[in-house]
Every structure is written in structure tokens, then in C-alpha cells.
């Protein structure tokens, strides 16, 4: 049965989310700033500002709601505005009306966790990140599980994917992660995100039951030092200079995705070796063969 499902900050992620529904035949609208991006989708256009109060009342009504709001920089304002405000703001408006979706759900972050000695992780455990990004992320959160509306919370890893190829373009450089410690990173691949979004959404429309609350990374947490040592093997690269892990001023877990794989979802890139592939050959950084 077609379904109307709502994308609110649909960009990147939200694209490749929005081809994915309209291709099972449902109705999607995509809500951003500025819509003209969306010309030429499919995706209806919807030019909205969520942080204007005002603007609130043009939404429209959807079965689903996806939220995959991005902060506009990396600072603890644009956090509370884009995420926690900004969420619930649309709580309130959808709950105040007479038809509600049937689900909400909200994107955030694996920024939540405090952990960093290389510990496992999964969806119980204790997320106490002291840093303004894990802090909003959970207030977010907090505000979904206190919804009258249904929702569910996906944690997304480091997304990577066509045009996030920073540590491609490090290895390039010669630069590479120290192998010691051990800076464990974890990741999943943009279409990957879309896919879990719309497997998620496709369980709740056949009347699966939801978690409220998914983990969602791939299939390899692995040290840095492994990944990018990898990827100068791909593009012929010796390295030549140690940098400091960027990890090591946030965190070093390792993500645990059963929850979601119980589901039956299967990774179309179930490690970086097959997701760096794909970036890699359609970035043109693989030398061409002589």
C-alpha cells in the first residue's frame, strides 16, 4: 500500500533514501532550506526552515517521518538548534494534531557514547559522552522516547560515502594512523544509512514489531592504523608520515550492529574493503591500469 513518508533535511543521505521509497511506489516529500536540489528527483520539494516556529504549521501530514537534520557547524548552538530543538519542535506539532504518523524516526550518532579503551558497544550500553555532541544527542533522544508519538532512534557510526573521502585524501597524502594503540573506528557507508532507514520503515509498514533504539554500523570496527594501511595498499601509497589518530581526542569502541542484523538487514557494504571500493572507484583515485 502506498505510504506518504516525510524526510525532514533531506540531503545526501535523505536523496538516496527518498529514490529508494519512491522506487517501492510510495509518495516522499523532502524538506530543506532550500528545495531546489530536490528538481528532477521525484522527491517533492518542500522549502521549509525548521528552525522558524512559524514555518511548523506547512508540515504535512505523513505516515512516516524521518528526521536527518544536520547542524549548519560544529558548535554546541548549532547542535541544540539543529537536533534537540528542532525535534522537538516537530514532536509538538504532530503530537497536537488528529492524525499522527505512524513513526518517527530520528537520526543521531554513536557520538553518544563516552567509551575509549576499545570497548564493545551496542544499544545497552551506557551512553555518557561528556562532550556537547553526545550531550545533545541524548537530549534528542530523550525527547523522542518521551513522545506520545511512536519513534525510533538510529545511531549511526562515521558515515563515509561519494565526496566524505577526507581519509582517502589523508592516505593520499602519505599520512597514516599510528599503530599503537590500537584507535579502534567504526563506519558505515551513506547508502548503507539510506538502506537501514528504509529497511526500518518497510518492517513497521508490514507490522514487524521495532525496537526502539538501533546501532547502526557496519560489520568492522577496526584499529585506524588497519583501515588506512588498507587503503594505501589500494592506491599504491607509501607512507611516510604518522599523524596523530583523530580519533584519540574523542573515542575508541567498537560497535556492535546484532540488533540490527536480527532484523534482516544485510549490509550492502559490510566493511570498509568493499564500502572504500565503491568511494574510491567512482572518486577516480584508483590509478587507471596501463
Not at 522506487?23 to 521549509?48: D, F
Amino acid at each position: 500500500m502506498k505510504k506518504t513518508i516525510l524526510i525532514l533535511g533531506c540531503g545526501d543521505i535523505g536523496m538516496v533514501l527518498g529514490r529508494e521509497l519512491l522506487g517501492a511506489g510510495h509518495r516522499v516529500i523532502g524538506a530543506r532550506r532550500s528545495a531546489a536540489a530536490l528538481e528532477g528527483t521525484g522527491i517533492e520539494p518542500l522549502a521549509l526552515d525548521l528552525v522558524d516556529e512559524d514555518a511548523l504549521s506547512a508540515l504535512p501530514d505523513a505516515d512516516y517521518v524521518v528526521y536527518i537534520l544536520s547542524a549548519d557547524r560544529f558548535d554546541e548552538a548549532a547542535y541544540r538548534t539543529a537536533y534537540r530543538d528542532g525535534l522537538k519542535a516537530v514532536l509538538r506539532t504532530y503530537e497536537g494534531r488528529e492524525e499522527v504518523p505512524k513513526r518517527l524516526f530520528f537520526v543521531s550518532s554513536t557520538s553518544v557514547y563516552a567509551q575509549k579503551e576499545g570497548e564493545r558497544v551496542d544499544e545497552e550500553s551506557p551512553a555518557e559522552a561528556a562532550g556537547f555532541s553526545g550531550t545533545v544527542m541524548r537530549e534528542a533522544e530523550q525527547a523522542l522516547r518521551e513522545s506520545a508519538l511512536a519513534g525510533t532512534t538510529v545511531r549511526f557510526s562515521g558515515i563515509y560515502g561519494p565526496g566524505r573521502d577526507r581519509l582517502i585524501r589523508q592516505v593520499q597524502e602519505g599520512r597514516i594512523a599510528p599503530k599503537a594503540p590500537p584507535m579502534y573506528s567504526n563506519r558505515i557507508h551513506r547508502d548503507d544509512c539510506a538502506g537501514v532507514l528504509a529497511h526500518l520503515i518497510g518492517l513497521d509498514m508490514a507490522g514487524k514489531p521495532l525496537d526502539d533504539l538501533y546501532l547502526a554500523s557496519d560489520c568492522a570496527a577496526e584499529p585506524l592504523h588497519e583501515v588506512m594501511l588498507w587503503l594505501a595498499g589500494q592506491l599504491k601509497v607509501e607512507p611516510t608520515e604518522v599523524i596523530q589518530a583523530p580519533l584519540r581526542k574523542r573515542a575508541s569502541k567498537r560497535c556492535d550492529n546484532s540488533r540490527l542484523l536480527e532484523t534482516g538487514y544485510v549490509f550492502r557494504y559490510p566493511s570498509y574493503r568493499e564500502g572504500y571500493a565503491q568511494v574510491m572507484k567512482e572518486g577516480g583515485f584508483l590509478a587507471e591500469p596501463v
